[in-house]
């Protein structure tokens, strides 16, 4: 079983919520290393208008392995360690900081 670690950038297969399919969409890992397969994630999105509070683009996002400019879009998901295609980058330490201000304030931790 492949190990991923905090700020990862991965392929994620998002099912659909009747699980007839899926969409393979890309996310940053937020949790530590654990003996669990399963990971916490936030999503990323290409669509980069519109950001609720806290939702920020990603200043060196080439640098992290993607393709195209995104931002991270409010929300943290429990997924298993199975739906993770594979690694494309790491968060940048630029980026790093303003990720975990991010959750601090959807999470309401000041």
């Known amino acids: 079983m492949p190990d991923y670690s905090t700020n990862d950038v991965v392929l994620v297969r998002y099912p659909f919520s009747d699980l007839s399919a899926f969409k393979v969409r890309p996310a940053i890992i937020v949790s530590a290393p654990h003996i669990s397969q399963d990971v916490f994630i936030v999503p990323?999105?290409?669509?980069?208008?519109?950001?609720?509070?806290?939702?920020?683009?990603?200043?060196?996002?080439?640098?992290?392995?993607?393709?195209?400019?995104?931002?991270?879009?409010?929300g943290i998901y429990t997924i298993h360690q199975n739906l993770i295609l594979k690694k494309?980058?790491?968060?940048?330490?630029?980026?790093?900081?303003?990720?975990?201000?991010?959750?601090r304030n959807w999470l309401n931790l000041t």
């Open 88 to 103: 494309v980058g790491h968060l940048t330490q630029k980026d790093q900081p303003t990720l975990i201000l991010s959750l």
């Open 44 to 74: 990323l999105t290409s669509k980069i208008t519109n950001l609720l509070p806290s939702e920020f683009v990603l200043e060196n996002w080439a640098q992290s392995g993607l393709n195209v400019a995104s931002a991270v879009k409010r």
